[in-house]
C-alpha cells in the first residue's frame, strides 16, 4: 500500500476520535451546558446529518480540485471548529459546530476514498478502504478512551483541544508526502474529462439497483453501530454496574474488536464479499440481541462489546469497498456515496436510540434497535435477492426455445 494512504489514515484517526468521542463525553456535555441526555446525544446525529449534506456536496465542490489542495481545505476547518468547539458555552453553537466540522470530515473522506481507490490496483480497492478505516478503529480503541479519560480527568473541552492538536500532524504529513494530482497540461485535460462527463452522468450511477442496495444496507449496518455506541456509556454505567472508570475500557474494547473486523474484513472483501457479507450479518444482528439479554452481566458485556464491534467494523468496511466497485461509473463521487449512505445510518441510529431512552424503555433499548436495524438489513438484502431471482428465472425462460410434442402442445427445450 502507498505511504500516502498511511497518512491519510492518521487524518482520519483524528476525526474519527471527534465523531466518535461523543459517546464517553455525553453525560459530561449534557451536565455542564444544561441539556438533557438524548439532546447531548443529538451532537452525534448532528455530525452525521453534516456528513450526509457534505459528502456529495464537497465532492462535487472539489471536482476540479487537486485532492491535495482539497485534502489540506478540508483538514484545516475541522480544525478550527474544535478550537471554536472547546472554547464555546452555548450548546446551540457546539451544535452548529459539530455540522460545519461534519462538511469538513465529510469532504476529507470523500476525497480520501476516491484518492485511496486510485492509488490501488483495480482489485485491491478493499484493502485500501481498510486502510483509510485502520484509522477510524485505531480512533475507536486509542482516541476515544483516551478522549474519555481526557474528559474525566481535565472535562470535556480538553477532550476537543486533543483533537485539535491531532490535527496538526496530519496536515503538516498531507502537505509534505501526499503528491499533487497532475501537472499543468494534465490538470487541463482532466478539467475537460470532468465537464464532459459531469456531475449528471456520475449521479446516474444510482439508477444501478445493485449499488443501491449496497448503499441501504451500508446506512442500517451503520446506524445500528452508532446507535449502540453512542449510548454505551450510560449502558455500562447504568445497567452492567460498571464505574465510570471503566467506560475507556470498554470504548477501547469495541474499538479493538473494531480493528481486528477492519483487517480481517480487508483481507476478505476483494475475494470473498459475500459469504462474509451473509454470515457476519447474521451473528452481528444476533449479537446485538444476546448484548440486550446479557447487559446486566459485565463479563459478557466486555466480552459483547469486542465481538460487536469486529463484526460491525468487517461487515460495514465490506459495504464501503462494495460501494467503491458498484459506482465504478462515477469515479468522482463514489467517496461520496459510500460516505453519505453511511452517515445516514450515524444520524438515524443515535436519533432512534434517543427516541427509544426518551420513551422511557430503559438503557437496553438502544441495543435492541441496533438488533432491529441489522434485521431490517437482513431481510431487504433477502428480498431484494429473491426479487432478482425471480427475474432471471422469468428471463431464462423466456429465452429458452419451444418444440412441438407429439400431443401437438410445446415444451421447454432445456431446463431451468
Known amino acids: 500500500m502507498p505511504f500516502a494512504l498511511y497518512l491519510l489514515g492518521l487524518a482520519v484517526f483524528a476525526q474519527g476520535t471527534s465523531e466518535f468521542m461523543l459517546s464517553g463525553l455525553g453525560p459530561?456535555?449534557?451536565?455542564?451546558?444544561?441539556?438533557?441526555l438524548s439532546a447531548a446525544g443529538a451532537l452525534t446525529s448532528a455530525f452525521a446529518v453534516g456528513m450526509v449534506v457534505g459528502a456529495p456536496l464537497t465532492a462535487v465542490l472539489s471536482m476540479?480540485?487537486?485532492?491535495?489542495?482539497?485534502?489540506?481545505?478540508?483538514?484545516?476547518?475541522?480544525?478550527?471548529?474544535?478550537?471554536?468547539?472547546?472554547?464555546?458555552?452555548?450548546?446551540?453553537?457546539?451544535?452548529?459546530?459539530r455540522v460545519v466540522g461534519a462538511l469538513a470530515n465529510a469532504g476529507f473522506l470523500a476525497v480520501a476514498l476516491t484518492a485511496a481507490a486510485g492509488m490501488v490496483a483495480p482489485d485491491a480497492k478493499g484493502r485500501?478502504?481498510?486502510?483509510?478505516?485502520?484509522?477510524?478503529?485505531?480512533?475507536?480503541?486509542?482516541?476515544?478512551?483516551?478522549?474519555?479519560?481526557?474528559?474525566?480527568?481535565l472535562g470535556w473541552r480538553a477532550a476537543f483541544w486533543a483533537v485539535a492538536l491531532l490535527c496538526v500532524p496530519a496536515v503538516i504529513g498531507i502537505l509534505h508526502a501526499v503528491p499533487a494530482d497532475r501537472d499543468?497540461?494534465?490538470?487541463?485535460?482532466?478539467?475537460?474529462?470532468?465537464?464532459?462527463?459531469?456531475?449528471?452522468?456520475?449521479?446516474?450511477?444510482?439508477?444501478?439497483?445493485?449499488l443501491r442496495l449496497t448503499l441501504l444496507l451500508g446506512a442500517l449496518v451503520n446506524g445500528a453501530t452508532f446507535c449502540?455506541?453512542?449510548?454505551?456509556?450510560?449502558?455500562?454505567?447504568?445497567?452492567?454496574?460498571?464505574?465510570?472508570?471503566?467506560?475507556p475500557v470498554v470504548l477501547a474494547l469495541f474499538g479493538a474488536g473494531s480493528f481486528v473486523g477492519v483487517a480481517v474484513g480487508g483481507r476478505i472483501a476483494d475475494v470473498?464479499?459475500?459469504?462474509?457479507?451473509?454470515?457476519?450479518?447474521l451473528v452481528l444482528a444476533g449479537g446485538w440481541v444476546l448484548l440486550a439479554f446479557a447487559a446486566g452481566r459485565p463479563v459478557a458485556v466486555l466480552v459483547l462489546v469486542f465481538v460487536q464491534g469486529a463484526l460491525s467494523f468487517a461487515v460495514g468496511s465490506t459495504l464501503i469497498s462494495q460501494v467503491l466497485y458498484a459506482a465504478g461509473r462515477a469515479p468522482h463521487l463514489a467517496g461520496a456515496f459510500a460516505t453519505a449512505a453511511f452517515n445516514v445510518g450515524a444520524a438515524?441510529?443515535?436519533?432512534?436510540?434517543?427516541?427509544?431512552?426518551?420513551?422511557?424503555?430503559?438503557?437496553?433499548?438502544?441495543?435492541?434497535?441496533?438488533?432491529?436495524?441489522?434485521?431490517?438489513?437482513?431481510?431487504?438484502?433477502?428480498?431484494?435477492?429473491?426479487a432478482a431471482g425471480r427475474r432471471v428465472w422469468r428471463a431464462r425462460a423466456e429465452a429458452e426455445p419451444v418444440v412441438d410434442t407429439p400431443e401437438g402442445g410445446g415444451e421447454v427445450a432445456g431446463k431451468i
Open 184 to 210: 499543468k497540461d494534465r490538470d487541463e485535460d482532466r478539467d475537460k474529462e470532468v465537464v464532459r462527463v459531469g456531475v449528471r452522468r456520475e449521479a446516474g450511477a444510482l439508477r444501478d439497483a445493485r
Open 272 to 281: 470473498r464479499p459475500v459469504p462474509l457479507l451473509v454470515g457476519g450479518g
Open 64 to 97: 476540479r480540485w487537486d485532492k491535495r489542495p482539497a485534502l489540506l481545505l478540508f483538514l484545516g476547518v475541522f480544525l478550527a471548529v474544535h478550537v471554536a468547539g472547546a472554547l464555546t458555552t452555548s450548546f446551540g453553537l457546539l451544535l452548529v459546530l
Open 28 to 36: 459530561d456535555i449534557a451536565q455542564d451546558l444544561g441539556v438533557s
Open 128 to 153: 485500501a478502504t481498510s486502510v483509510l478505516l485502520g484509522g477510524v478503529t485505531l480512533a475507536c480503541v486509542i482516541g476515544v478512551p483516551a478522549g474519555a479519560w481526557t474528559g474525566q480527568l
Open 348 to 386: 438515524v441510529g443515535p436519533w432512534a436510540g434517543g427516541l427509544a431512552l426518551g420513551a422511557g424503555l430503559g438503557f437496553r433499548a438502544p441495543v435492541w434497535v441496533s438488533a432491529a436495524l441489522v434485521a431490517a438489513a437482513l431481510v431487504a438484502a433477502a428480498l431484494v435477492s429473491a
Open 228 to 247: 449502540t455506541f453512542t449510548y454505551l456509556a450510560p449502558l455500562v454505567t447504568h445497567v452492567s454496574g460498571l464505574g465510570e472508570g471503566r467506560v
